[in-house]
């Protein structure tokens, strides 16, 4: 089992930054795929960004093309913790924020039905 605990969400203006936390607990084999998603009322949950934790590909990452150069995921050397570093924020990144654990697979993916371990969320309001 995993639990997920995210925190760091607010409101910040246009241009801003925020750095969002995922405290993971639970067995690492489970946890060698995490994920940050975002959702709004009425859309599908968006993956923004995945990072992997353990093994030969540690710390090898992939974004979401609406987030490229702006967000930065990464893990502390305890591995019990993943951030979001989310800078130059615009109005559309306003969501609420969910991290993600799954055990890797063949690699790690930014689907939400590839993920069984969901934090409760975290929202993210930008405004103009």
């Known amino acids: 089992q995993v639990q997920l605990v995210e925190s760091g969400g607010g409101s910040v203006q246009t241009g801003g930054s925020l750095r969002l936390s995922c405290a993971a607990s639970?067995?690492?084999?489970?946890?060698?795929?995490m994920a940050w998603f975002r959702q709004v009322p009425g859309k599908e949950r968006e993956g923004v960004a995945y990072?992997?934790?353990?093994?030969?590909?540690?710390?090898?990452?992939d974004y979401a093309d609406s987030v490229k150069g702006r967000f930065s995921i990464s893990q502390d050397n305890a591995k019990t913790t993943v951030y979001l570093q989310m800078n130059s924020l615009k109005p559309e990144d306003t969501a609420m924020y969910y991290c993600?654990?799954?055990?890797?697979?063949?690699?790690?993916?930014?689907?939400?039905?590839?993920?069984?371990?969901w934090g409760q969320g975290t929202q993210v309001t930008v405004s103009s």
């Open positions: 990072i992997i934790t353990t093994g030969p590909w540690t710390d090898v990452a």
């Open positions: 993600a654990a799954e055990r890797i697979a063949v690699t790690c993916s930014l689907r939400s039905g590839d993920y069984r371990y």
């Open positions: 639970g067995d690492t084999y489970n946890k060698k795929c």
